[in-house]
């Protein structure tokens, strides 16, 4: 079964997962509401209790409390039996999906509400899988299936998430909390932290000043510690988060005249595996992905700089022949192992530095 990541399929919140099968039961509200063009209606079916519902829960701009009370009903806590109140934007988010795919069947639902009691239980028996304060226990998330339809179906049919660009200089602490503060004001919380600033900053070790080794440090290891230190409260607070941070695999291996980038990034490695540790315990997961050569404008500028007017994919079938795959990387793999720990999927893993490099590093 292929799954979204928390939090990341919508910014409210909605969460959907692929695949799987489900049982039997309907209801409906009345014909009035189905029959007008501007009504919109869902259907479900229930993986634990084997019931379904098909409804109209909204007509223009108005919802329906009849059938958002029944909604409330059929996704309630199916351990418990407790009734929540399922936010209705969730609703219109899943809605709006099944019209980009075209689908009319019934989405399979995995868990909707979640009372304290259960969450706690779940949280207990799944070693700290589940958020302290999990979006069910709001009424804000929802787990379902719809089977036959992929991750990337999904994933390019989703209405649009909420993205806010915050320019901020991060070598600086003020620009580490102006950026950090512009994304909790714009965002709410932050729950999961990728560090991936910075340059190949690198030469001749005698060559390299004060002045390079500090704009270094600042940049790429100190933006990490500040940044980590405003988002681990809240992470630590709420029992659910994950740090990412893009090194590059000289942190292992660092090379002639690769300072002062290959000291910094080993440093990051260090910052890594110290969090990771400490902060295990609430259910922060910290984790540091370090870089081959992955396609990106760094390497659209180098190609552009050089002087023998070769093609951009010469260019780069030349700087992958080094590399045992024998090519440089894209940047959706490199995203792929960052979604991978940032889910619930990767609930295991925290402390380890991950090569993305197509087998480029000598060590492991």
């Known amino acids: 079964m292929e799954q979204i990541t928390r939090r990341s399929f919508l910014r409210s919140a909605a969460r959907l997962a692929v695949g799987g099968v489900a049982l039997s039961f309907a209801a409906h509200v009345g014909a009035h509401a189905a029959a007008s063009p501007a009504s919109r209606r869902l259907a479900f079916s229930h993986t634990h209790t084997g019931e379904r519902i098909s409804l109209v829960y909204a007509v223009g701009d108005h919802y329906v409390p009849a059938a958002l009370a029944a909604l409330n009903r059929f996704l309630r806590d199916h351990y418990s039996g407790a009734v929540g109140l399922i936010d209705p934007l969730l609703f219109d988010q899943l809605h709006h999906l099944q019209r980009e795919l ?5 989405f399979h639902v995995i868990s909707g509400y979640r009372c304290a009691a259960t969450n706690h239980r779940l949280r207990t028996a799944r070693g700290g899988g589940v958020a302290r304060r999990s979006l069910h226990m709001d009424g804000k998330a929802i787990d379902v299936r719809l089977p036959g339809v992929s991750l990337a ?64 440090l600042d940049l790429k290891l100190f933006a990490a510690i500040r940044l980590s230190r405003l988002a681990l409260p809240g992470m630590r607070d ?16 660092p090379k002639a005249s690769s300072t002062p980038t290959s000291v910094s990034r080993a440093a990051g490695m260090a910052l890594t595996k110290a969090l990771a540790n400490e902060f295990a315990p609430h259910n922060v997961l910290v984790n540091a992905m370090l870089v081959g050569i992955i ?26 022949k080094p590399v045992p795959l024998g090519r440089i990387g894209r940047a ?16 295991y893993v925290t402390g380890t530095a991950i090569n993305v490099d197509g087998g480029s590093s000598p060590v492991v």
């Open 102 to 106: 075209g689908r009319a069947d019934p």
């Open 295 to 320: 396609e990106s404008d760094q390497w659209v500028r180098r190609h552009a700089a050089d002087q023998r007017n070769i093609t951009w994919d010469e260019w780069k079938a030349e700087q992958g």
């Open 153 to 216: 179906e999904l994933r390019d049919a989703a209405p649009t998430a909420r993205v806010v660009a915050i320019a901020a200089d991060i070598r600086t602490a003020a620009g580490c909390e102006q950026a950090f503060n512009g994304a909790v004001r714009a965002l709410g919380q932050v729950d999961i932290l990728v560090n991936n600033a910075g340059t190949s900053q690198r030469g001749p070790f005698l060559e390299v000043t004060d002045a390079l080794w500090q704009d270094d």
């Open 332 to 347: 959706e793999e490199f995203a792929a192992m960052a979604l991978l720990l940032a889910s619930e999927q990767g609930g």
């Open 238 to 253: 709420r029992e659910w988060g994950r740090i990412i941070n893009v090194l590059n695999i000289g942190a292992k291996a």
